[in-house]
């Protein structure tokens, strides 16, 4: 028996909302990586972009559990000198609710050019709408 290499031409794409109201962070970045991915579907092969798109709405009302809110720090640097500049979680999540989630995603996608198309295939709002309806997205529920 072969197995089956899905070909780029063949990929069916759909859409799929996640809503974040309540949920942990780490719950929403994992069910919408393991979507960008394609590893849902039975055709999923590893070398190919075969994931869907998603959208994450409500995303400053995700819920962070423990004391992550301010044990977690969020890193940057602008490659000067002392460029380092850093941010506790619950800062990120008050002025940058989109960016924290963006991140989460990322982090757990592959990290190289293939992961970066499957980052291009994520939409995260901070609110409760989005502009995306005309492609009919699934709700996509998330325990």
């Known amino acids: 028996m072969k197995s089956y290499m899905q070909k780029k031409e063949t990929i069916e794409r759909n859409w799929y909302v996640i809503d974040a109201d ?3 962070l780490g719950r929403i ?3 919408a990586a393991h979507v960008l991915r394609g590893k ?3 055709t999923f092969t590893p070398h190919i972009d075969c994931g869907d798109y998603v959208i994450i ?3 400053e009302k995700a819920v ?3 004391n992550k809110l301010e044990d977690k720090i969020y890193y940057n640097h ?3 000198t002392g460029g380092l500049r850093e941010r506790t979680a619950k800062v990120m999540k008050e002025k940058y609710p989109v ?3 963006e991140r989460a995603v990322k982090g757990m996608l592959p990290h190289n050019r293939l992961g970066r198309a499957m980052y291009k295939k994520l939409f995260v709002y901070s609110g409760s709408e989005h ?3 005309a492609q009919k997205p699934t709700t996509m529920e998330v325990k």
């Open 22 to 24: 309540g949920k942990p």
């Open 29 to 31: 970045a994992t069910k």
């Open 40 to 42: 849902h579907k039975a």
């Open 57 to 59: 709405v409500n995303a």
């Open 64 to 66: 962070l559990t423990g």
């Open 78 to 80: 602008s490659m000067y």
């Open 99 to 101: 960016e924290m989630v």
């Open 131 to 133: 502009p995306h309806a």
